[in-house]
Structure formats: C-alpha cells, structure tokens
T-cell receptor
Framework: AQSVTQLDSHVSVSEGTPVLLRCNYS??????LFWYVQHPNKGLQLLLK??????LVKGINGFEAEFKKSETSFHLTKPSAHMSDAAEYFC????????????????FGTGTRLLVSP | ETGVTQTPRHLVMGMTNKKSLKCEQH?????MYWYKQSAKKPLELMFV???????ENNSVPSRFSPECPNSSHLFLHLHTLQPEDSALYLC??????????????FGPGTRLLVL
C-alpha cells in the first residue's frame, strides 16, 4: 500500500531564506510523486511531479524536489522564499507500474502550512 | 485558473435540505473526480468517473449522489447531510484516468457548511 508522511505540519521562514518541506513516502512499486500547493480559498495547483525520469525535478515558481529512493524521500525546496509562497503544500504519491485499478489513485499527505514573515 | 470551475463557491444548508454541487472542466479530459477536504485530514477521494462511467465509490454514504452526464460536467447531489459533512469539496479532472503518473487538475472547491 502507498502512503505519504509530511513531517512538519507548519514551517516558518523569513522572506529571502531557503524553504525545505519534507516528505517521505511508502510504496510497493516505483511511484509517481507530486507536490501540490493550495493558497487560501483556492483549489490545488500542481507545482511539480516525478515520474521515473530525472531525479531532480524543477517546478513552477522556483521550487524543485529531489527523488531519493534510498531514503524514500521527495523533499521540496526553494532557495529564497517569497511572501506569495505562503500556502499549504501537499505531497502526493501514486503507484507506477502497480496493479491496474482502472484509474490513477492519488494518496495525499496531511499538508504542510508554509508561513513567510517579512 | 486551472480550467476546472466549481459552483457554488460557498454553500450553507440545513440537514433536511437538498442541494447540488456543480463542476465543469474545459480541458477536454475524460476522467473527473470528487474529493472531500476536511480540516487536519488528508484529501479523501469520494468518486471517480472515467469516460462518464463511475469507476470508484470510496465507501461514500448514500446521502452523497454523483452524476456525470458527459465528460465535461460532474455533479454531487446532497441530501439529509450531517454537520460532520461540512468540508471543502474539490473537483478534479485528468486526461484519461488510468495512465500512470497522470496529473489531476483541481477546481477551487465548494466550501460547504451543514447546520
């Protein structure tokens, strides 16, 4: 079975400092992994995804994530936080090469709220 | 915007009311999804439609009734809800539904409050 653990419910940074949002996954098969962002009163927007190609994935708004199979991690990083980055971030896993369920099932983490102070 | 719209954005209803949530996708996708987002809980998949056919009902109570008249529209009919059903209901769509690594595109959600 697949599962996702987001290690921090809240992360606080100052504007201009690096961002690290941690995610560990569990999957019986080689997974696809996603990061989504949700701003207040908005739906979820895809930041980036990993699907067994390059292990370092670049996304929108300067975010990137590195797939580390040995650590079963997919941490999200950004070199310099901006006030507009304040939002909730979700790490998501989906099985790749697993049993065909007829549709792609996403398993969501509980989210990490990123707070950015001036 | 993501190309997935939801109406209404906010809804307050009593436990005896009947209401419907609407989702429309303008992306030419073939699969559509309903999710429930409650505070401090992971997103819960409720229903999946693939080419207008329901392929998943994730043990959702019968007071929630989905309808998918075509690949672009998805409804969630609500009746005799409970206060614990208050949540953000998110609609999503994807190209084919069964492809590995496929991206789902989400709407802004309907914030539902059941009194």
């Amino acid at each position: 079975a697949q599962s996702v653990t987001q290690l921090d419910s809240h992360v606080s940074v100052s504007e201009g400092t690096p961002v690290l949002l941690r995610c560990n996954y569990s999957s019986s098969y080689s997974p696809s992994l996603f990061w989504y962002v949700q701003h207040p009163n908005k739906g979820l927007q895809l930041l980036l995804k990993y699907t067994s190609a390059a292990t370092l994935v670049k996304g929108i708004n300067g975010f990137e994530a590195e797939f580390k199979k040995s650590e079963t991690s997919f941490h999200l990083t950004k070199p310099s936080a901006h006030m507009s980055d304040a939002a909730e971030y979700f790490c998501v896993v989906s099985p790749l090469g697993g049993m065909n369920t007829g549709f792609q099932k996403l398993v969501f983490g509980t989210g990490t709220r990123l707070l950015v102070s001036p | 915007e993501t190309g997935v719209t939801q109406t209404p954005r906010h809804l307050v209803m009593g436990m005896t009311n009947k209401k419907s949530l609407k989702c429309e996708q303008h992306l030419g996708h073939n699969a559509m999804y309903w999710y429930k987002q409650s505070a401090k809980k992971p997103l819960e998949l409720m229903f999946v439609y693939n080419f207008k056919e329901q392929t998943e009902n994730n043990s959702v109570p019968s007071r929630f009734s989905p309808e998918c008249p075509n690949s672009s529209h998805l409804f969630l009919h609500l009746h005799t809800l409970q206060p614990e059903d208050s949540a953000l209901y998110l609609c999503a769509s994807s190209q084919d539904g069964g492809r590995e690594g496929e991206t789902q595109y989400f709407g802004p959600g309907t914030r539902l409050l059941v009194l």
